[in-house]
């Protein structure tokens, strides 16, 4: 059974860092893309970064790209996601998921259950 955590969201305020963790279980990690998605409240879901399986090719949406970092520890079987200089756009519920390619995690079929960020002054 496939299952994605997701930890290490929380509360920060304006320009501050979070790190954000999908660890897996049934599922090595480094066979498949994972992609870091965010959706806030009456927004749709966004996909904020990916990580290509094997390569480990990187992918950032514009309105992360120099702030956000995503990588992969094979020996943990676990993603991060260091968030830095974090805004209060930024805000939202953050998910991970696991697919074949970065376009297809878009539709994938694990997901985790989700970690709330919240940046506020």
């Known amino acids: 059974q496939v299952q994605l955590v997701e930890s290490g969201g929380g509360l920060v305020q304006p320009g501050g860092s979070l790190r954000l963790s999908c660890a897996a279980s049934?599922?090595?990690?480094?066979?498949?893309?994972i992609g870091w998605f965010r959706q806030a409240p009456g927004k749709e879901r966004e996909r904020v970064s990916c990580?290509?399986?094997?390569?480990?090719?990187?992918y950032y949406a514009d309105s992360v790209k120099g702030r956000f970092t995503i990588s992969r520890d094979t020996a943990k079987n676990t993603v991060y996601l260091q968030m830095n200089n974090l805004k209060l756009e930024d805000t939202a519920v953050y998910y991970c998921a696991a697919d074949l390619t970065c376009t297809g995690v878009r539709t994938a079929d694990y997901w985790g259950q989700g970690t709330q960020v919240t940046v506020s002054s």
């Open positions: 049934g599922v090595m990690l480094d066979r498949y893309a």
């Open positions: 990580i290509s399986r094997s390569v480990g090719k990187t």
